[in-house]
């Protein structure tokens, strides 16, 4: 009895004991007044590079495949870095309603981003001026 004690006591305090820190991560995010596209950038990025993603909820058109190897949801959301052209995102999850709302004629910026809302859709644009427009209509990517 005196030795299963000692082994739960030496679990407890193992499992007890603090553990490094994670990497802090942050996230800046908006939504459109109408809830249907929301923006998240994050620095998730090993290097510490932002990375921006937009999704869009209800939409007339059909986006393009995030590659051969997605398993999960694609052609609903697109990403962009710092430098480099936009690309859809394959995804598990969503980010539609989160954030603020960011109000029609409105800017948003946020690392390498710039980002503009307004009642014709979002459109966002990385330092390089690559970047996308999209909207419930359609979408343009440049």
């Given at each position: 009895?005196?030795?299963r004690?000692?082994?739960?006591?030496?679990?407890?305090?193992?499992?007890?004991a603090p553990r490094?820190l994670?990497?802090?991560?942050?996230?800046?995010?908006?939504?459109?007044?109408s809830?249907n596209?929301?923006?998240?950038?994050d620095?998730?990025?090993?290097?510490g590079?932002w990375?921006?993603?937009?999704?869009?909820?209800?939409?007339?058109?059909?986006g393009?495949?995030?590659?051969?190897?997605?398993?999960?949801?694609?052609?609903?959301?697109?990403?962009?870095?710092?430098?480099?052209?936009?690309?859809?995102?394959?995804h598990?999850?969503?980010?539609?309603?989160?954030?603020?709302?960011?109000?029609?004629?409105?800017?948003?910026?946020?690392?390498?981003?710039?980002?503009?809302c307004?009642?014709?859709?979002?459109?966002?644009?990385?330092?390089?001026?690559?970047?996308f427009?999209?909207?419930?209509?359609?979408?343009?990517?440049?």
């Amino acid at each position: 009895m005196i030795l299963r004690l000692a082994v739960l006591a030496a679990t407890v305090l193992a499992t007890a004991a603090p553990r490094p820190l994670a990497r802090t991560v942050q996230l800046q995010s908006f939504q459109t007044p109408s809830g249907n596209i929301a923006c998240m950038a994050d620095d998730m990025d090993e290097d510490g590079r932002w990375e921006l993603r937009c999704d869009v909820g209800e939409r007339d058109w059909r986006g393009g495949r995030a590659g051969s190897d997605c398993d999960l949801d694609s052609g609903d959301a697109l990403g962009l870095r710092a430098t480099g052209r936009p690309y859809w995102v394959c995804h598990g999850d969503t980010i539609l309603r989160s954030g603020p709302v960011l109000g029609y004629g409105s800017t948003w910026r946020v690392g390498a981003f710039t980002c503009t809302c307004d009642r014709a859709g979002v459109t966002c644009r990385n330092r390089a001026q690559h970047g996308f427009f999209v909207s419930r209509a359609s979408y343009r990517l440049f």
